[in-house]
């Protein structure tokens, strides 16, 4: 069976840094996209990073960009988001997700979800 488990979240101060990692198992990591998606209370899931599973492209919020950074461990079937600058509007669940093909910003495109981590981002 397909597990990702998402672990790094917490409270953090605004300008902090947090970094996200997705365990993954049950599945050829070298074949599978990965992406971080995010919720806030009250608002839509969002994509907010990909990678795809030959490492380019890779495609990011734009409120993110230049902030966060989505990475790959294909020896530690682990993917990674390690998240700078951090602002208050950062602040959501986030979830891992995989599935098959390109990147997508769009939630209902993967099978595959992890349970999600809570990121905080408050003074």
């Known amino acids: 069976d397909v597990q990702l488990q998402a672990s790094g979240g917490g409270l953090v101060q605004p300008g902090g840094s947090l970094r996200l990692s997705c365990a993954a198992s049950?599945?050829?990591?070298?074949?599978?996209?990965m992406s971080w998606f995010r919720q806030a209370p009250g608002k839509e899931r969002e994509g907010v990073s990909c990678?795809?599973?030959?490492?380019?492209?890779?495609y990011y919020l734009d409120s993110t960009k230049g902030r966060f950074t989505i990475s790959r461990d294909e020896a530690e079937n682990t993917v990674y988001l390690q998240m700078d600058s951090l602002k208050p509007e950062d602040t959501a669940v986030y979830y891992c997700?995989?599935?098959?093909?390109?990147?997508?910003?769009?939630?209902?495109?993967?099978?595959?979800w992890g349970q999600g981590t809570q990121v905080t981002v408050s003074s």
């Open positions: 049950g599945f050829t990591f070298s074949d599978y996209t």
């Open positions: 990678i795809s599973n030959e490492e380019t492209p890779r």
């Open positions: 997700a995989t599935d098959e093909g390109r990147c997508s910003g769009w939630a209902r495109t993967y099978r595959y």
